[in-house]
């Protein structure tokens, strides 16, 4: 659960060689989710910025299909 582009990019770089293909985030906006780059298996972005909207999207990416 990414709150800001500060906390994307940090989380970005404590990735970095890891696995972003087996990682799925939620970001609270779209600033937020560029923040954090490419190659995350799926990126949710909250509906409108409030921790309620980030759990609707956190269930939405926490269950396979």
């Given at each position: 659960?990414?709150h800001?582009?500060r906390?994307?990019?940090?989380?970005?770089?404590?990735?970095?060689?890891?696995?972003?293909?087996?990682?799925r985030?939620?970001?609270?906006?779209?600033?937020?989710?560029?923040?954090a780059?490419?190659?995350?298996?799926?990126?949710?972005?909250?509906?409108h910025?409030s921790?309620?909207?980030?759990?609707?999207g956190?269930?939405?990416?926490?269950i396979?299909?």
């Amino acid at each position: 659960l990414l709150h800001s582009a500060r906390a994307a990019t940090r989380f970005a770089a404590l990735m970095a060689g890891g696995s972003r293909a087996s990682t799925r985030l939620v970001a609270i906006s779209d600033p937020v989710a560029a923040a954090a780059g490419t190659g995350w298996h799926d990126v949710a972005i909250a509906a409108h910025a409030s921790d309620p909207a980030m759990i609707d999207g956190a269930a939405r990416v926490a269950i396979d299909p």
